[in-house]
């Protein structure tokens, strides 16, 4: 993973064979404050969704993300590493198991390589957005992406005072009013799939 200031990256993971990452709710809030103690002190947090077998995050770049230690290796690169090592460890305790839960390789896709991808109409930014909260839909875990108590979609639609992402500079970077939320989640989202 290399991250350059200011641009927005997609970064997921799931667990190894597709299996389970998230058992019970505690594990889903133990993430969140995972990602709020590690990853919101290094970059700006524009929108995230777990999912029972995969994680998806929205992430801007900042300065602190890309300082590098004496190994090269960059300070959001070190983070993502201790928020899923930490995670499996607890897991690991939790279920009586060992070895690694997550697929070996995070992705973290620059956005701004998929804007003109033949497929996509619109900003590839926005579109991800979009994506990653209909995902709950698309699973059929929830019947609206905004009653999916896992993703940052409620907080988008004052549903709920989340103050993990940054919400404003989200909804600007998407270029989409608040108002539009509703309208613009039941469009078909699912032709990027093939991408991932």
Known sequence: MYFEKDHIYHIYNMGNNSTE??????NYLFFLRKIRSEIKPTAEILAYCLMPNHFHLIVM?????????????QFLARKLGTLLSTYTQAINKQQNTIGSLFRQKT????????????????????????????N??????????????????????????G???????ALEIIGIEKESLYLNINKN????????
């Open 136 to 161: 709950p839909v698309e699973a059929k875990l929830a019947d609206k992406a905004q009653y999916w108590k896992y993703s940052s979609f409620a907080d988008f639609c004052d549903l709920r005072k």
């Open 163 to 169: 103050t993990l992402c940054n919400k404003a500079l």
């Open 61 to 73: 770049a900042t300065a602190k993300s890309c300082e590098t230690n004496k190994h090269g290796i």
């Open 21 to 26: 990452i998230f058992f019970k709710e505690e």
């Open 107 to 134: 992705k973290a896709k620059d956005l701004r390589e998929y804007i003109t991808y033949p497929k996509i109409k619109d900003d590839y930014t926005k579109t991800c957005f979009f994506y990653i909260h209909n």
């Open 189 to 196: 989202y699912s032709n990027v799939n093939n991408i991932w």
